[in-house]
């Protein structure tokens, strides 16, 4: 009875103060108190991570397309803007690259969404540049594998 009544608190705490929440379960964690967990919010929390990681690397696949479209595309400012685009071109690779070195298997995920991802660069370039998205190529200007290659600039 104790241990349901801990089960509920702790489920009330989710909803009232999220942070205490997280540290009440971290302890009961290191504690291996494992019959006092809230296991429907920590399983849903420890999904949302997975899904956060998936956003957070689509999102830098997304503006790293979005940079390699305007340094191959937007010729009126390319000389002006080279710079910062490359720039900006080997940030989100090297993001992109420590993240699969955390986590390989995202490598998998980028390769279903490599397509969705390349034509919301796209439009993003598109918006950028004030060009019509049929200025970009409809697929993929380049393989994953060399879109990430660091030594490769279309």
Known sequence: MATELTNQK???????????????????????DLDSLDWENLIEEVLELSKQEK???????????????????????????????????????LQIIRQLEDSPSLKNHLENRFEQCYQDGRKLASKHAQLPFESFPASAIAPLDQVLDENWLP
Do not use: A, P
Not at 10 to 32: A, F, G, H
Not at 78 to 88: A, C, Q
């Open 10 to 32: 702790l489920e009330q705490l989710y909803d009232t103060d999220y942070n205490l929440w997280i540290l009440e379960t971290v302890n009961k964690l290191q504690s291996r």
């Open 55 to 93: 956003r957070k690397i689509e999102s830098l696949l997304i503006k790293l397309f979005e940079h390699l479209l305007l340094l191959k595309y937007w010729h009126s400012e390319k000389e002006r803007n080279r710079g910062h685009w490359e720039r900006e071109i080997t940030s989100f690779r």
